[in-house]
């Protein structure tokens, strides 16, 4: 079984890779921000997904909560459309968090 894993990249951004599924979503995987709550902006791509359902979305409102419990800001980009159809019919879509262009440090800074 291939693990989720989340990836730090030059831009500052993370990389998720991975399914975003039932069968692969653990109690690790919720974890995988833990060691980040120093970052004030996290900005995860989403990209190298390889497929995700609705445990998926559950893991990403997962993350939403743990950020602002620490008080970070967090977005995603580049979400799957399985992600984005999920989220449409929830109404998530509409979130400041679930959007497809984040604003990332490079942005910022040039």
């Given at each position: 079984m291939d693990e989720i894993k989340l990836l730090k990249q030059d831009s500052g951004e993370y990389e998720l890779h991975g399914e975003l599924t039932f069968?692969?979503?653990?109690k690790n995987t919720a974890r995988l921000l833990q060691n980040l709550t120093q970052t004030r902006h996290l900005v995860i791509n989403l990209k190298p997904v390889k497929r995700a359902d609705s445990a998926g979305l559950a893991l990403l409102i997962e993350w939403i909560k743990q950020s602002m419990r620490h008080q970070?800001?967090?977005?995603?980009?580049?979400i799957p459309e399985q992600?984005?159809?999920?989220?449409?019919?929830s109404g998530f879509d509409n979130s400041d968090y679930f959007i497809q262009n984040c604003i990332t440090k490079a942005d910022l800074n040039g």
């Open positions: 069968s692969r979503i653990d970070q800001k967090i977005c995603f980009k580049n992600l984005t159809a999920l989220a449409v019919l």
